[in-house]
């Protein structure tokens, strides 16, 4: 099963073959993530106070850096609605669901096991996002 120091490594490796720099602080419950793609930089608040899992709030910054997003820094204060967010998000679930699901499982086990995947990764408001995601694999 999904042990936390594995999902670590698989993220940090994303991290490092793109040359990114990861930076944590440990700020108040209300300050966000933040990412600047042009300096290649996300920084996590350790003290974050959100439902998202902390591996999720990373695949999502990393999300930023790895598709065509445009070049300004993301804030992450409120809950935005932008385009940007959205693709981030379900770019994000990918990167976890590559990760989560075997390559061999069928669709439709994956399927079955959605629900699972969103309570490790604390997506219980993007259950359509997920949902978007694995029908398209
Ligand atoms: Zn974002």
Redesign the pocket.
Known sequence: MLIHSDIDAYLENIIKNNHITLIHITGDQYGPDV?SPKKKVIIMNLNYHTSFSYHFRMA??LA?LLSDAPKVT?N?SQL?RGS??RQ?NLYGIKLLADYYFSEDQSQRARWDRRFQFIETFGLGRLTHLVETVLNAT
């Open positions: 990412v999502h910054e930023h993301y992450h935005s940007a967010e981030a």
